[in-house]
T-cell receptor, first 116, second 114 residues
């Protein structure tokens, strides 16, 4: 089965600094990868997804992620953090299931704190 | 455009009590899911449905039951609540299970079992 590991349950950056959230995956098939964001007291919403079209994926709110097969990584970055980026971020991978099709497997999440 | 709506948003139960969480989606999605979210563990799939009248077990189904009598609704039941079921529950839906399909989430239900 596929799995994802997010390195660091908490990350703190200053406003204007680079945001780097790390995600490594394991997959026996070509992976399809996602980043979701969860703002306080809300559900998850899709930031971006990799589906093999391009290794550098751009998402909403200035975030992007790069798929690196050799490193089995899909790290999320943003050049300049904003206070509104404070949230929890989940990396996820599509996992094939027995009846056909795929379900989504989520990492444990990384909470991003942004300091003024 | 409501998307995925969960009710209630908060609930406190006593051990042994029962309750039903309701999820409704207005996007005509075939696939619906119930997840629980616990600190440090991400989201874990409880049950899912691939269409009206169908349900199936996910990773952590014990202690829960589900029903999908109408395409737009997916109910999660706890027959006899236990403190271990204290969690935040999320419902999600998707248009398909093709690889790379995005899931749409409700705002969650925070359940505390005392």
């Amino acid at each position: 089965a596929q799995s994802v590991t997010q390195l660091g349950s908490h990350v703190s950056v200053s406003e204007g600094a680079l945001v780097l959230l790390r995600c490594n995956y394991s997959s026996s098939v070509p992976p399809y990868l996602f980043w979701y964001v969860q703002y306080p007291n809300q559900g998850l919403q899709l930031l971006l997804k990799y589906t093999s079209a391009a290794t550098l994926v751009k998402g909403i709110n200035g975030f992007e992620a790069e798929f690196k097969k050799s490193e089995t990584s899909f790290h999320l970055t943003k050049p300049s953090a904003h206070m509104s980026d404070a949230a929890e971020y989940f990396c996820a991978v599509s996992d094939p299931w027995g009846l056909g099709g795929f379900k989504t497997i989520f990492g444990a999440g990384t909470r991003l704190f942004v300091k003024a | 455009n409501a998307g995925v709506t969960q009710t209630p948003k908060f609930r406190v139960l006593k051990t042994g009590q029962s309750m039903t969480l309701l999820c409704a989606q207005d996007m005509n999605h075939e696939y619906m899911y119930w997840y629980r979210q616990d600190p440090g563990m991400g989201l874990r799939l409880i049950h899912y449905s691939v269409g009206e009248g169908t349900t199936a077990k996910g990773e952590v189904p014990d202690g829960y039951n589900v029903s999908r009598l109408k395409k737009q609704n997916f109910l999660l039941g706890l027959e006899s609540a236990a403190p271990s079921q204290t969690s935040v529950y999320f419902c999600a839906s998707s248009v398909s299970v093709l690889v790379g399909t995005e899931a749409f989430f409700g705002q969650g239900t925070r359940l505390t079992v005392v």
